[in-house]
Each structure stands twice: as structure tokens, then as C-alpha cells.
């Protein structure tokens, strides 16, 4: 029996309970007021007239039913096969244009037509498709698609991606009511990737998000891209979070590696976040190439550095403004070209991993390398470098390379203190060994004093070249120097004349 029939037969017993009820007290025509039992009568035969002819929307149907239930898509119900043995890509395409013919309710950003959150769902099926899935016009937002594995078939274009938020070619949506939302700047807002496998097959890339506004992708597992795992291209505020990518599939130690090649995710926008991510191979890790990025509790464990591969490449020379937070870099490390504005804090280097800061234009300002742990194996490999190779940096300011955590490593940092003692004129410190930079020192401090006898001698700083720093006085005096060198750029201060 229909729900709706067993809730009929519910107050048709009832309204049987109420009316012998009645009778048994005497009222009306049966001992009391006619209205009263006339009203109930007529309500018995009503409900029971309906418990048995089921209203004609109850029947079964084989076409999907849009219009019942327009907020949930089923792809099997549009012909798709979850076996993944024939190819159902028609039918996916299908479905994800079904879903923008289905109601919409006003606008999200100017253009951008409210889906109302309506699902394109998966139903947990593996499903072969031969071309990228797009979503047949641009300007639709606040949908999801969900549950299930997309896996490239073998003549997928090499050049694409398993789902594309590209624009296609008409660059308008129409709404359920006839109405055409108009023209945005952004492709799509709000579009929701989740609880997704993603197989490339080695065919191309996994998912592709162009010029898009708030676009989510959430706890997704995608693996065997030939290009990229995750492309952003433009737009703003792609969050990628709780999701696997890699290659190959491999948890370390592969046979195949220094072939890994590709890229997990590529960052070619602004305002973008990579959170409680596993990025288990490819040749490089995260490339970045816009402003305003974060990147948070992200494990790489991609081509290792020995073999040629990076975890994070910070292509954006002199507009870094990125942030690597407590993230985890396993035997790959960073390498970030004239950086400005840029964090690594709280991080784990592992396996000799290290922060390399490249001269692209010779400048570099605003970085703080701090309070993270490097572990290596004692080669002598320094925690952060410097590659000069295209001229050295000659615009140094606000650098802070410091309290940072060395096992089996070389410590380098724009920071250091030490201290000499002996009977004489003259005290050197050498900060060479772990100063960042060559023959930079912006700022020094020093004490000196004296134990024995009650000279009093006149002390100055005489030298800083080559990073070492050189005190003398007028007398000799048997005496302890301290000092504190800083290379993090000029101080900022004005003299009042």
C-alpha cells in the first residue's frame, strides 16, 4: 500500500471511533444535533472513497519525473550505467541539463540563477564516459553533484577534464520560468563537487573550474591524470578540502616515481584555500600562480626532490601573498620564485626537504619562514636556499627566517646571536655558517664586559663584511662580547632633525 493509502485508512478508523462515540451517547438523529453527525457521515464516505482510488500521480513511470521531484537527479533514471561497462556519458549530459531546466528562485551574484541546492546525484554507480561533462549553459549556481566514480574512457581527449565548468558556448541560463538570467562575468557560482572518485585513465585531467565563484570541491579521490588533478583558472574562492590526489596510485616508495609527472592542483587564480588534502604523486604538488592563496594541513608526498619533483611552486614573482600553514612536505619541498608576502609557519619538512627562495628579478619582501621542523639524514643539506642563478636578490626587506627546528639538517636563518670572549683588542664572530644571505648584515647588537681589573675601555663596531662581525676597543682587556645580527632589511625609522 502508497503511504498516502495507509494514512487514509488511518482517519477513516478514526473518524469510525469518533462517530461510535456519538451514536453510543444518543445524540442528534441519533440523540443530538443533525449537523454534527451529517458532517462526520459525509467525511467517512469521502475518506473511504479515496482509500480506494489512489489518485492517478501514485502510477509508476519510466521517464524520470522532473517536475515530482525536481531538486534530485538520478543519472540512472536519464539511461546512465553504473556497472561502468558501456559508456554514459549521453546520459550524464543529459541529467546536468535536466537539472538546469528545474526551477530557479532569483540570483545568486548578478547572472548567476539560485538551483536552490538541487543535486545531480551519482547514486553511487562507476560510470565510463568519452568526453568532458559540461553543463550545457553558463550562469547557473547552487547546485551539487555528488556520489559516485567518473572514469575516462580510452579515447577521452588527452586535453580534457572529467568535469568542466568551462563556459560553453551560449553564455546564458534559462530559468524555469522562461526567463534568461543575465550575463556574469563568472562562468558559475556555487557549484558543489563531493564524495566523488575521479579516474582519468591517464586521458587528460580530472575537474576543471574557470573563471568561477565559490566553487567547492569536497572529499573527492582523484587519480591517474595525465595533465592536472584540479585546474583553477580565474574566478575566486575555489575550496578544496578533505580530498586524495595522486598519479599513481601509491602510498610511497614506488618503483615508477622519478616518471611521476603532472600536476595534483593547479592554482592559476586568486582566494583560493587547499585544506586537509593528501596529494600522494604527481611531478608537482600544487602550483600557484595567482594572489591571496592558503594552504592548510596539506600532505605531499609527490615526486620527491631527489627525483626532480616539487611539493609547492609559488610561480608568482613579486605578488606571493600566500600562506603554507602546518602542512606536511614528505622528502618535496617549496620553491617560490621573488617572493612577496609569503608564510610557511608550523610546517614538517621530512627527508631532507627544504625551502627554496629563487631571484627572478632580484627581489624579495615580506616573508616569514618560522616555527617549523626539518628532519634530514645528515648530508649537510641547508633547511632554506637560494637560487641566484638568474642574478642575486638586491631588494632585500622583511625577511624573518627564525626559530625554526633542525634535526640531521643545515640551520639557515636571517637571525643569529653569539658570543666571544678572550684577553685583547679585538673579538670576531662568524655568522657566515648560518646566515641566509651572503655578506648581508642590516643590523647589529653588542655588549661587552669586562671581568678583572678596573679598566674601562672605549668599544666599537669595526666590521660586518662577509657576515662576520668584528668589535675592538682602545685597550686590551680580557672581556665577553655578545652580539645579535639581524638580515631582515633596513629598519623603518624617522630622525627628526
Known amino acids: 500500500m502508497e503511504p498516502g493509502g495507509a494514512l487514509l485508512v488511518s482517519l477513516f478508523m478514526v473518524l469510525q471511533v469518533v462517530l461510535g462515540s456519538v451514536q453510543a451517547r444518543g445524540d442528534g438523529p441519533l440523540g443530538g444535533p443533525a449537523s454534527f453527525t451529517d ?5 467517512q464516505q469521502e475518506l473511504k472513497a479515496a482509500a480506494v482510488s489512489p489518485s492517478a500521480s501514485s502510477s509508476p513511470s519510466s521517464l524520470p519525473a522532473e517536475g515530482a521531484n525536481p531538486r534530485v537527479y538520478r543519472v540512472t533514471e536519464y539511461g546512465a550505467d553504473p556497472t561502468g561497462k558501456r559508456d554514459s556519458t549521453e546520459s550524464l549530459l543529459a541529467a546536468l541539463a535536466a537539472a538546469l531546466r528545474g526551477p530557479s528562485s532569483g540570483f545568486l551574484i548578478d547572472g548567476i540563477a539560485n538551483y536552490g541546492g538541487a543535486r545531480i546525484s551519482l547514486e553511487g554507480g562507476i560510470y565510463l564516459i568519452s568526453r568532458p561533462l559540461r553543463f550545457p549553459s553558463a550562469g547557473a549556481g547552487n547546485l551539487v553533484i555528488h556520489g ?20 560553453p558556448a551560449t553564455k546564458v541560463a534559462e530559468t524555469a520560468s522562461g526567463a534568461s538570467a543575465a550575463s556574469s562575468s563568472y562562468n558559475y557560482e556555487y557549484i558543489t563537487l563531493r564524495d566523488l572518485m575521479l579516474d582519468s585513465n591517464f586521458r587528460g585531467g580530472g575537474v576543471s573550474v574557470p573563471q568561477s565563484l565559490r566553487t567547492s570541491i569536497d572529499n573527492c579521490y582523484i587519480v591517474h591524470f595525465a595533465t592536472e588533478g584540479i585546474s583553477v583558472r580565474g574566478g575566486h574562492e575555489t575550496y578544496i578540502r578533505n580530498s586524495f590526489l595522486g598519479q599513481h596510485i601509491t602510498a610511497g616508495g614506488d618503483p615508477g616515481e622519478r616518471n611521476f609527472s603532472g600536476t595534483a592542483i593547479n592554482l592559476m587564480g586568486n582566494d583560493n584555500a587547499v585544506t586537509d588534502v593528501v596529494i600522494f604523486s604527481a611531478a608537482v604538488g600544487v602550483m600557484i600562480s595567482g594572489q591571496a592563496n592558503t594552504l592548510t594541513g596539506v600532505h605531499f608526498y609527490n615526486k620527491a626532490t631527489g627525483f626532480g619533483g616539487t611539493g609547492i611552486y609559488l610561480k608568482v614573482p ?7 600553514v602546518n602542512c606536511y612536505l614528505d622528502y618535496t619541498g617549496i620553491v617560490a620564485e ?5 608564510v610557511v609557519s608550523d610546517s614538517f619538512f621530512l627527508g631532507d626537504a627544504y625551502v627554496t627562495l629563487k631571484s627572478v628579478n632580484g627581489l624579495i619582501d615580506g616573508v616569514n619562514i618560522v616555527d617549523n621542523m626539518f628532519s634530514g639524514s645528515n648530508k649537510g643539506i641547508d633547511i632554506v636556499q637560494l637560487d641566484q642563478s638568474n642574478g642575486p636578490f638586491m631588494r632585500v626587506h622583511q625577511v624573518v627566517v627564525d626559530r625554526n627546528n633542525v634535526e640531521g639538517m643545515r640551520l639557515r636563518s636571517t637571525v643569529a646571536r653569539g658570543s666571544a670572549q678572550g684577553n685583547g683588542t679585538s673579538w670576531t664572530l662568524d655568522f657566515d655558517p ?4 651572503p ?12 671581568s678583572g681589573g678596573s679598566l674601562f675601555p672605549r668599544h666599537c663596531l669595526r666590521n660586518t663584511s662577509e657576515n662576520r662581525v668584528v668589535v675592538e676597543s682602545d685597550l686590551a682587556v680580557r672581556a665577553m662580547v655578545f652580539v645579535t645580527v639581524d638580515q631582515g632589511g633596513e629598519s623603518v625609522a624617522r630622525v627628526r632633525q
Open 439 to 450: 655578506n648581508r648584515i642590516t643590523q647589529v647588537q653588542y655588549s661587552l664586559t669586562t
Open 434 to 437: 648560518v646566515l641566509l644571505f
Open 338 to 342: 621573488d617572493p612577496v608576502q609569503l
Open 39 to 43: 458532517r462526520i457521515l459525509r467525511m
Open 318 to 324: 613579486g605578488m606571493t601573498q600566500t600562506r603554507i
Open 148 to 167: 559516485g566514480t567518473l572514469r575516462a574512457s580510452n579515447d577521452f581527449p588527452a586535453e580534457g577534464y572529467l568535469i568542466d565548468l568551462s563556459s
